[in-house]
Structure formats: C-alpha cells, structure tokens
C-alpha cells in the first residue's frame, strides 16, 4: 500500500510541473491614402469685368464652386481644364480658359491651376475658380457662357 501512495504522490507531482503552452500572435495593418469629395456648391457663376476681356467667379459679383474634402493624407489635389465649354455664336474670338482653386482646413492652398500634395490626415475646404481671359482688343459678347470643371484627389 505503501507503494501504491508513494506512486501517487509521484504522479501528482510531475503534473504540477508541466509547463504551460505558448503562442505568438503578429498583428499588422495599413491605412491607405484615401480622399472624399462632396460637391457642397456646384453652381459657380462667373462675372465680366469692366472692360469685358475676363469672364470669371473671382470678378466682383461673381461666386467660386465649393468642394469639401476628407482625406487620410498622402494624396495629391489639383483641378483639369475645363470641359464642356459653351460660348455665344457670336463670340468667335479664342478664349484661354484658366481654372483654378485654393484649400482651407485640412492644409492651406492659395490659388493655384497646379496639382498640390495634401500631407496630413483631415477635413477641408476647397475653392474652385473658373476664369476667361481675351487677348489684344477682343472682348467677351453678349450670351451666355459656361464650362465645367473637374477637382481631383488621388493617392
């Protein structure tokens, strides 16, 4: 009997020295460049100047488009000639269709036509102008005008 216990008490004791089973686990994660628009003002209007040689929003009167933005930085924000352009008949004089936008918020832009890199992470507020410009004596006529531009954010 004796041999019996001490053979018990030998079995008990080993298993409370086993040890205890491990494992690892490696977390990783990305956050991609991403960037949101939202067309907050799609009706930009464009005004003459005094002398009727520049049709644009930044004329007194006239009024810029406005897009927010929301981006997790990393992304480059810039604006394409403009499309879609429709003039009077009787404007047949060449027009040099500028546009352009500036950025609040996220980062600061002053007005440029180039593309710009938006570093940081954030929310903003971007200002799209849109302006014609005649050369020499031609002037914009009588009509209506309108073209559309697009605002891009890419990664």
Known sequence: MRRVLAAAAFTMGSCAVASAAVGTINFTGNVAATCSL????????MTPSSNL????SK??????????????????????????????????????????YSLS??????????????????????NVNLTGTKSGINSFVTGS???VVTVRCEP
Do not use: E
Request: hydrophobic content about 30%; overall charge negative; aromatic content about 2%.
């Open 53 to 56: 040689q520049t049709l644009s």
């Open 38 to 45: 939202s067309v907050t003002n799609g009706s930009a209007i």
């Open 145 to 147: 005008y309108s073209a």
């Open 59 to 100: 004329n007194g009167g006239g009024t810029a488009g406005t897009v927010a933005v929301t981006t997790t930085g990393g992304v480059v924000l810039g604006v394409d000639a403009a499309s879609s352009l429709i003039q009077p008949t009787g404007d047949v004089t060449a027009t040099t269709w500028t546009p352009s």
């Open 105 to 126: 918020g996220v980062s600061t832009v002053s007005d440029t036509s180039l593309p710009s890199t938006i570093s940081s992470p954030g929310t903003g507020t971007i």
